[in-house]
Structures are given as C-alpha cells and as structure tokens.
C-alpha cells in the first residue's frame, strides 16, 4: 500500500465548475496534510495546507481532511483554465521530519 | 515565503562524472530538504539537509553516490557522484522555517549521456 494515495487522472473539468481532488494516506499518527500545485516544466507550490478534521477555506480552495477515514481533498470553485496543473497531496510523517508526496492527480479545466 | 534559488538550472553531463547542485535561500530556514522527480512522476525524497551535521538519507539513497553539504541555514548543496543515464532527472530543494511552510527551488533539470 503506498504511503499517499491519488488517482493520476487526468480530471477533466469545465471551466466554471468544482473539481474536486482526493487523497487517502496510510500513517494514521500523521498530523499535517498539504496541497502543492505543480505546472508543467515548474516545480511544486503550497497551496494549502490543514491539520484539523473538517473545512479549510482559502479563496476558490477549500481543503478537508477526515483523520477517521484517512481521507484528504481538495475543492477548487469556479474552475479556471489556469488552474490546469497536477496537484499533489503531502503528509508529513508522523514518525519522521518529512514530507512524503503523492504520485498526483493532473487537472484539466476545459473552457 | 522564503526564495529559493539553484545553481545550475540545466545541464548534460557524461556519463561517470559529477555534479553538484548548489541551493541557496534568501533567508534563514531550520529545514532543507532534497527531492528527484522523475518526467510525469512525483517526488521522492534523497536525504533532509542538516546544519552543521550529516545528511539523513532516505532508503535507496547513500552518502557515496549522493554527497549533501549544509554549511549554515542558508545554504546547501547535492553531488549526484559517478552518475549514470539513470541519474537523468530534476533534482528540487525545498526549505522553510517548518513543515507547513516548505517551498521548492526552480529545480534542476539534468541530462547524462
């Protein structure tokens, strides 16, 4: 079982719509969840990131974690052709100071 | 946040020789980290950066092939040592003052031949 779990997609959404973006982690002590966003040919950027079960809202992001099913996703309102990018999902080990990744899911928005 | 820049951005390399990458951020971090990423993969992690210490390596990962220097909070530099095409990849660094708050350098897209 791998350590974070995505579907690679590719997740192909209409512009305007929510694209919703999901991930499930296998460390049950883990405390911390993260969304980085990765462009072709750039490196990865934070976009958010949630420790507490529930809803974390951030502009057209709203991130939810559910530690009881080891669940993460991600929201993305009002898609738009830019947010066309792979998103990665990041746990931070819960018995070690790191990160470890997904393997992504690539988004699509189509106008 | 943090700006992270690395030396070189690109470069082709013969095969059994090295290169060192070189990371610097323009502020103090507690955290440096190492990654490759693969063509259409995602990251994995080489080794954790610390100052003033030896690097932790990650399984499949040593010291000899994979020299990492953290001379101060700041800095930090990767050799990929007697490299092969397999070594082909984007080497990225990431630092921040905490977990929640890791950002990655532009990377570093190498090519052995």
């Known amino acids: 079982q791998k350590e974070v779990e995505q579907n690679s997609g590719p997740l192909s959404v209409p512009e305007g719509a929510i694209a919703s973006l999901n991930c499930t982690y296998s460390?049950?002590?883990?405390?911390?969840f993260f969304w980085y966003r990765q462009y072709s040919g750039k490196s990865p950027e934070l976009i958010m990131f949630?420790?507490?079960?529930g809803d974390k809202e951030d502009g057209r992001f709203t991130a939810q974690l559910n530690k009881a099913s080891q669940y993460v996703s991600l929201l993305i309102r009002d898609s738009q052709p830019s947010d066309s990018a792979t998103y990665l999902c990041a746990v931070k080990s819960s018995s070690a100071s790191k990160i470890i990744f997904g393997s992504g899911t690539r988004l699509s928005i189509r106008p | 946040s943090a700006v992270i820049s690395q030396k070189p951005s690109r470069d082709i390399c013969q095969r059994g020789t090295s290169l060192t990458i070189q990371c610097q951020v323009d502020s103090q971090v507690t955290m440096m980290f190492w990654y490759r990423q693969q063509p259409g993969q995602s990251l994995t992690l080489i080794a954790t950066a610390n100052q003033g210490s030896e690097a932790t390596y990650e399984s499949g990962f040593v010291i000899d092939k994979f020299p990492i220097s953290r001379p101060n909070l700041t800095f930090s530099t990767l050799t990929v040592s007697n490299m092969s095409p397999e070594d082909s990849s984007i080497y990225l660094c990431?630092?921040?003052?905490?977990?929640?708050?890791?950002?990655f350098g532009p990377g570093t897209r190498l090519l052995v031949l």
């Open positions: 990431s630092a921040g003052a905490g977990m929640e708050t890791q950002y």
């Open positions: 949630i420790y507490s079960n």
């Open positions: 460390d049950r002590g883990s405390q911390s």
